[in-house]
């Protein structure tokens, strides 16, 4: 089945305390992206993805890191978490960028930083 | 920069009423248009989009989406909505300059009651 994958679903941690979250798609898609949902503001971009070993920033980057070492995964680091990057983060991927093709997305991961 | 407005947070909704959410988008170049839906504790799925051609697009569960160019608009709309409907929804915009960055509305609660 196609899909796009997240782990962990739920995750609670302390502020400071290193993180990552997984992302792996199995469509050999080019394109990847991280979204961050808040209430009100919709899904904002953090970081985005054209293809291996290419990687960018989008809307808001800031206290996140990615890296694109294979095709399928695009993993979210979080350095040192604060309380503010509580949120509902979703990864997702397309075919190419641009092109207007569609983006999957995974299940979403909810974190929360106390 | 482009930007995108859904006009309605919540929406409530009568089953078997009609409904219609309403999206506008600004952008200085060629955009491609997207509606996404977000069940309870889901991820996001496509509805339907809009790349070019016919101004009426059909999706899928009986959404049907229409472009205005000169109003720069892209509302959804289902001419009998279900229980199951219940969900967000999210308007979606992309440049076709922007390789792949989607431009999210804050979204709109859809909530359909007997």
């Known amino acids: 089945e196609a899909q796009v994958t997240q782990n962990p679903r739920y995750l609670i941690t302390v502020t400071g305390k290193k993180l990552t979250v997984t992302c792996s798609q199995n469509?050999?898609?080019?394109?990847m992206s991280w979204y961050r949902q808040d209430p009100g503001l919709g899904l904002r971009q953090i970081y985005y993805?054209?293809?291996?070993?290419?990687?960018d920033k989008g809307d808001v980057p800031e206290g996140y890191k990615v890296s694109r070492k294979e095709k399928r995964n695009f993993p979210l680091i979080l350095e040192s978490p604060s309380p503010n990057q509580t949120s509902l983060y979703f990864c997702?991927?397309?075919?190419?960028?641009?092109?207007?093709?569609?983006?999957?997305f995974g299940p979403g991961t909810r974190l929360t930083v106390t | 920069a482009q930007s995108v407005t859904q006009l309605d947070s919540q929406v409530p909704v009568f089953e078997e009423a009609p409904v219609e959410l309403r999206c506008n988008y600004s952008?200085?170049?060629?955009?491609?248009l997207f509606w996404y839906v977000q069940y309870p504790n889901q991820g996001l799925q496509l509805l339907l989009k809009?790349?070019?051609?016919?101004?009426l697009v059909k999706g899928i569960n009986g959404f049907e989406a229409e472009f205005n160019k000169s109003q720069t608009s892209f509302h959804l709309r289902k001419p009998s909505v279900h229980i199951s409907d219940t969900a967000e929804y999210f308007c979606?915009?992309?440049?076709?300059?922007?390789?792949?960055?989607?431009?999210f509305g804050a979204g709109t609660q859809v909530v359909v009651t007997p």
């Open positions: 469509m050999n898609h080019e394109y």
């Open positions: 952008s200085s170049v060629s955009v491609y």
């Open positions: 993805s054209m293809n291996v070993e290419v990687t």
């Open positions: 979606a915009v992309m440049t076709t300059d922007s390789w792949g960055k989607l431009q």
């Open positions: 809009y790349l070019s051609g016919s101004t």
């Open positions: 997702a991927s397309s075919l190419r960028a641009g092109g207007g093709y569609e983006q999957y």
